[in-house]
Structures are given as C-alpha cells and as structure tokens.
C-alpha cells in the first residue's frame, strides 16, 4: 500500500490560518459574483425560494472549491517552505514569487497579448495572485510551518 509519508509535514494551525488568509484574498477577486447573488436574495420574496435557487447552488459551489483549494494551496506553499528550508522574510518572498511566476505569469501573458484583455481587469487578477502567493509564503513564514522547529 502506498504511503505519504514522503509528503513534508506542515503545522495543521498553519493550514488552518493560511487558508483563511488565502481564501480572504480570492473572496477580494470573487465579492462581484457574491455581492450580485446577495443582491438577488434580497429580492427574492422569501430565503427558502432562495436556498432552492440556481443562484444559491452556484455561489456554495464556487465558496466551497475556493476554500478546498486555498486549503490544497496553503499545504503547498507551507510544504515547499519545509522543504527548502527558508526561514527568512527574503526568501520566502523570493519563494512566493518563484510559485507566481511559474503558476500564474503564463494566463496573465495569454490574457493581456491573445486575449487583449482590459489590463485592469488583468492587474486585479494578477494582484489577487500576488496575495495568494507571495502574500501567503509571507504569512506562513511570520507563522511558522515546521511541525517541530528543532528538526
């Protein structure tokens, strides 16, 4: 059977705050969709015809991934601090930048040169991405991730 015990453990108070930190920082690019169906519950006659709602489903779809992933994301970022090593606001900074770039910088490309997208609307998502990544590489470091620091 195969194991995980190869995967770097990562304090579970740091995946914890982290992914409030993370899912924060999303909801700041999502509270557009989210102010719109808020909106549409307030016009609807009754909360029950709303919980029943296509509006409804869809908004605790898009909030429950977006917290699973900002989970999945902050064990990432905390298991690559573990793994190098870092210890230093500087180098979890360069750390969080490393996983920007190689995870976002190619769709902000794409959008601003194929997509000819409006680049405010790309610096909004590329600023989002910025706290998610280098803001919670940065976070994580001020918290700490190591399950035992004097390993």
Same mark, same amino acid.
């Given at each position: ?12 108070? @740091?995946?914890?705050?982290?992914? %409030? ?7 700041? %690019? ?7 169906? *808020?909106?549409? $519950? ?28 900002? $989970? ?16 230093? *606001?500087?180098? @979890? $900074? ?5 996983? /920007? ?20 609307? %790309?610096?909004? !998502? $590329?600023? @989002?991405?910025?706290?998610?990544? %280098? !803001?919670?590489?940065? /976070? ?9 620091? /004097?390993?």
């Amino acid at each position: 059977m195969a194991t995980l015990h190869y995967l770097p453990p990562v304090k579970p108070s @740091a995946i914890a705050l982290g992914t %409030v930190f993370n899912h924060a920082s999303a909801l700041a %690019v999502m509270a557009p969709l989210f102010g719109d169906t *808020y909106q549409r $519950a307030q016009k609807a006659n009754s909360s029950e015809e709303f919980i029943k709602s296509k509006e409804a489903a869809s908004a605790a779809s898009a909030w429950g991934s977006s917290l699973v992933g900002s $989970a999945i994301q902050t064990y990432g970022v905390g298991a690559l601090i573990n793994a190098t090593g870092t210890l230093s *606001y500087k180098g @979890a $900074a360069y750390l969080g930048s490393l996983i /920007f770039f190689a995870s976002s910088a190619p769709s902000f490309i794409s959008q601003v040169v194929q997509e000819r997208r409006p680049l405010d609307q %790309v610096a909004v !998502g $590329a600023l @989002a991405r910025v706290f998610e990544t %280098v !803001g919670l590489s940065l /976070f994580l470091t001020w918290w700490g991730t190591r399950t035992n620091p /004097f390993d």
